[in-house]
Every structure is written in structure tokens, then in C-alpha cells.
């Protein structure tokens, strides 16, 4: 076996979080099997990008071409495919994203390899690399073995994979690449940025999200206070947006984001299970409910079972008094 392959993308001059994501769960998989972990990253000028990566990667192939401004899934497929032929890794992996749905599955056609799309998690079994998958509106876990394929190719859901420290000091070889022939079908224009104001919840690293326990939009606003003191934002689980109390891009779950913040305060949310995986990978998840058998309670690590209308007033005054004492 010849190692695992990362492909790193980047967005308006910054290397995408899912990137990190993927490189700590390749660097894990890599170390487990005593392999050599590679990343490749193309693009019009990558050389930040390729120094990055080197904390994370053994390798990294850094493939400079300006044709590859955007990062548009068709010259990027010539590059991949080119580099698992040459290489032979038994594992390529890049995370789900717009840009890997777009190239993954024309990739494993074109070179007759397996594919496994929003993989939940990626493990070696006697040798054997195996991936989970959720199935049936993700109310089944199924589990995927790829004993007979020498490489396959693996795309992870955004925001399942924790980021690990990075470290290392890997190698960066620059890649010479000859695009043979023009694809002018499609080109890059530019991004689209969101509305000015607009409130990213994926990048938030505390979270305070509301459900149907809110009982009344009027009731936003102590929760946007309590947001405030903690120096978080606001998101919601779906009945809040279908009730229009908060716009789409505030709610967490399958229909909505992904998100990993630090902390994770769930204000009268059940917890189904289309919410929680959205949101499984906070590192603390506090869950406010009155209903003792709520699901949420299952993935929290800490709990309390009472009103929010009674609790967030008392959290809001506590949080305030002990940061006018630290000022």
C-alpha cells in the first residue's frame, strides 16, 4: 500500500476548514497503518497553501497553474486522476463539498475505482479500509468494506471529522502539469459573498439555538441577550425558520448547517435525530429542556431539565455578574 491521499481545497485565499478536517482524519489513518500521507493542492499561486498543509501531510504535491484559478472540478480531475495513477494510493479523500460532488463521482468513473460519498467515518479492520455511511434519512448507520479494491476514493461529511494540531514539517514538491487540451465549456466568474450582515453560524465557536420550545418569537430576544453575554450567535433547529421567527441560514440540522462550534447551547430543541447531526460535533453540548426524555439529553455531556423561560433570564444575569466581576 502506497499511502493516502488528501485533496485540499481553498476559497478566496484561504485553505476551506473541511480541508483540516480531512488532513487530521488521513494524518490518523495514515498513522494507524504506517503510511505515507500526501496532500495535493492546485490552484494559481498555492504556495501558502502548500506550507499549511506541510503541518498535517508528509508530502505535499503542489500543483501551480493558472489555469486552475477557482478551482474549477474539471482541470482539477486531470490532475487528481494523473496523480493516482502515478502514485496508486489506497485511499484518496476530500470532503463533501459542492467541489467534491462535482469531481468525485466523475473521477471514479474515469478510473474505475470505487467511491464512498459522506462518509461519517473512515476506519482500518484487518487491513481493510471500511467507511460508515447514514442511510434512510439518516435514521440507519451502514457500514461499507472495500476488501477487494487496491484504491478507492472517499469523501467525508463536512464537519465530522474533528481538527487535530498539526505539527509536522512535511515536504513540498512542486507538480508540472501540461493541460493537453482546452475545456471552455465552464470558467471561473468569481464568488459570490453573502449579504453584508449576514451571520455565518459555521464559523461561529459558540452557539445558542432555539427550537420549538421558544414558544414565541417575542422570546428571541432573550436568547439573542444570552448569545450576546457569551459571545456567541444565534441559530435554530427547523420549526423556527418554517415559522419564520429566524432566517434558513441560521438553522443547524440535515436540511440547514453543519456546524463544530466549542460550544453548543440547545434552548428547548427535542433533538432529532435530523438536527443532532448537524451539530454532534460541538466540543461541549449543553441541552436546556423540560421534558426529561427529550433526545437532545443523549448527546449532551451537560443537562437541565426546567423552563428556559425561567433558566436563560438566570443564566444571563449569573454570566453577567461573573464577567463584571473578571473586568
Known sequence: MSGILVVAEHRNR??????????SKGRQLADQAQMELLAVVAGSDVDAYAKELAGWA???????????????????????????????????????????????????VELGIPLATDCIDIFWQNGDILVTRSIYNSKVNATYSFAQSETVLITGRVGEFSVEEGGRQGQIEEIEFDFEEESDYKKFEGYLEAEAGGVD?????????????????????????????????????????????????????????????????????????????????????????????????SVANYGIVDDLLKVVPALVNKISELKGKTE
Open 58 to 108: 508528509d508530502r505535499v504535491l503542489a500543483v501551480k497553474s493558472d489555469r486552475l484559478e477557482g478551482l474549477l472540478a474539471e482541470p482539477c480531475q486531470k490532475i487528481i486522476a494523473h496523480l493516482i495513477r502515478k502514485i496508486k494510493p489506497k485511499i484518496t479523500l476530500m470532503g463533501h463539498s459542492s467541489f467534491a460532488m462535482d469531481m468525485a463521482p466523475s473521477l471514479s
Open 14 to 23: 484561504a485553505l476551506a476548514n473541511v480541508s483540516y478536517q480531512v488532513l
Open 201 to 297: 453560524i459555521t464559523q461561529a465557536e459558540v452557539l445558542v439555538s432555539v427550537g420549538r420550545g421558544i414558544k414565541d418569537k417575542k422570546n428571541l430576544e432573550m436568547v439573542e441577550e444570552l448569545a450576546r453575554v457569551l459571545g456567541g450567535v444565534v441559530s435554530c433547529s427547523r420549526p423556527v425558520v418554517d415559522y419564520g421567527w429566524l432566517p434558513s441560514e441560521r438553522q443547524v440540522g440535515l436540511s440547514g448547517k453543519t456546524v463544530q462550534p466549542k460550544l453548543y447551547l440547545g434552548l428547548g430543541i427535542s433533538g432529532a435525530f435530523q438536527h443532532v447531526v448537524g451539530m454532534k460535533g460541538a466540543s461541549i453540548i449543553v441541552a436546556i429542556n423540560k421534558d426529561a426524555k427529550a433526545p437532545i439529553f
